[in-house]
């Protein structure tokens, strides 16, 4: 996984979730739609000071993956036999071997700036993802494709700024919904599709802020809507 596969992503779903060539770069991008996500940040590898990306912020000391692995097949971290005295003895051995893993990645293949990946595919700058594929700055979820800032969401795709959501696709700024298609701002909503800024609604086509309106006057508003968002 590399910066412009990345990218690639980043500009498929943008023109897929609002029908317009992406035009942020994957930095801007990141301060757009992720700037509140709690992503991997990099770190220095205690072992031999190589940069790493870990989701801990606060650890002492880090370790890559490969660097742990290593180790532990050279000794399987075990040191050697001696006496604890008192429990300041104790924590001292701890001390030796007591490394934050980083980089974290179980049965998962191109992966970059991220930490504790499962099962996943083509994931860039997030954490906590399972099972999902080509996702961007993305703060836990599961059976995701193409998102981009995503937070513990799931069974979705081409969206940006899902939030604690399933079944959504080709949406923005989705929260505490599920079934939600084509449709931008919504918040504890259900089986809507072709809506904008909507709360509370179900079962709704063609909704503006929670008022029905025709297709044309929802059409016309929504490119005026997405030119705001893309350059705002």
């Not at 912020?57 to 036999?81: C, F, V």
């Amino acid at each position: 996984m590399n910066e412009e596969l990345a990218k690639q992503i980043l500009d498929k779903t943008v023109e897929t979730v609002f029908g317009f060539q992406n035009p942020l770069s994957l930095e801007q991008a990141r301060q757009k739609f992720a700037f509140d996500r709690r992503l991997p940040q990099q770190v220095t590898d205690s072992v031999d000071g190589a940069a790493t990306w870990s989701s801990a912020k606060n650890a002492s000391k880090y370790i890559t993956l490969d660097n742990m692995n290593k180790r532990g097949a050279e000794d399987d971290w075990l040191l050697p036999p001696r006496q604890f005295n008192s429990i300041d003895d104790v924590i001292a051995a701890w001390a030796e071997t007591n490394y934050t893993a980083t980089e974290r990645a179980v049965d998962s293949v191109n992966i970059a700036k991220s930490d504790n990946i499962m099962g996943s595919e083509n994931i860039y700058n997030s954490f906590d993802m399972r099972k999902s594929k080509n996702i961007l700055f993305t703060e836990g979820g599961q059976d995701l494709e193409y998102i981009v800032g995503g937070f513990s969401s799931s069974t979705s795709s081409f969206c940006i700024r899902v939030e604690e959501s399933q079944l959504c696709t080709n949406s923005f700024s989705v929260n505490w919904s599920a079934k939600i298609s084509n449709s931008f701002f919504m918040q504890d909503c259900y089986d809507c599709m072709d809506c904008m800024f909507c709360s509370h609604i179900s079962g709704k086509r063609f909704c503006i802020a929670n008022v029905q309106v025709d297709e044309a006057t929802y059409r016309k508003l929504r490119e005026e809507v997405v030119r705001w968002i893309l350059t705002s």
